[in-house]
């Protein structure tokens, strides 16, 4: 089935500094999503891209689809406390109707 | 208000003592599931349904079954829990499969 690598597993910043999370996969997806999961809270959505190269923002969040739409980031700048959680991405790609998601990077923000 | 809604929300139970989680949505989505999230794995899809009557397995589907009888409910059941099925479970829906999903807020289960 269909794979989608993530990196890196954990991540601790001190506040201010900036974040990204990668997403990998070995095949072409339709799309990707990103979540945010609050410690002991659900995933929450955060935006979906589904073209080729397409990048977007939502406040100090920037989100990017690669060219071959193999991969995908997530970039926070100058994070906060209020950033602290587990980031996702999520696809449902090629003929399958499952959707699979990634292992998650797990954020701490050091005040 | 729009909402995912899941219960029992905590549950301790004992090897092969059937059980079952329920799920309901009120947004007349199409698409549910069901995951369970484990330390290290990430969101690991069970079962999900396209919509009513129609269901199907995700990746890790042995020890689990789902129905199917109504837009809104999809309640998972596990007919003879064993210890490895200890996780934190989350049911979701969305419009589509490729929509923007709404997770209820989990289900943590320990199967002693």
């Known amino acids: 089935g269909q794979q989608v690598m993530q990196i890196p597993q954990y991540q601790h910043v001190q506040e201010g500094e900036d974040f990204t999370t990668y997403c990998n996969s070995s095949t072409t997806l339709s799309n990707i999503q990103w979540y945010k999961q609050r410690p002991g809270g659900h995933p929450v959505f955060l935006i979906q891209l589904v073209k080729s190269g397409e990048v977007k923002k939502q406040k100090r969040l920037t989100f990017q689809f690669g060219e071959a739409k193999k991969n995908s980031s997530l970039h926070i700048t100058a994070t906060q406390t209020t950033d602290v959680g587990t980031y996702f991405c999520?696809?449902?790609?090629?003929?399958?109707?499952?959707?699979?998601f990634g292992t998650g990077t797990k954020l701490q923000v050091i005040p | 208000e729009a909402q995912v809604t899941q219960n029992p929300r905590y549950l301790i139970t004992v090897t092969g003592k059937k059980l079952t989680v329920t799920c309901s949505q009120n947004?007349?989505?199409?698409?549910m599931s069901w995951y369970r999230q484990d330390p290290g794995l990430g969101l690991r899809q069970i079962y999900y349904s396209m919509n009513v009557e129609v269901t199907d397995k995700g990746d890790v589907p042995e020890g689990y079954k789902v129905s199917r009888k109504e837009k809104r409910n999809f309640p998972l059941i596990l007919e003879s829990p064993s210890p490895n099925q200890t996780s934190l479970y989350f049911c979701a829906s969305s419009l589509g499969r490729r929509n923007e999903q709404f997770f209820g807020p989990g289900t943590r289960l320990t199967v002693l």
């Open positions: 947004m007349n989505h199409e698409y």
């Open positions: 999520a696809s449902s790609s090629g003929g399958y109707q499952k959707v699979t």
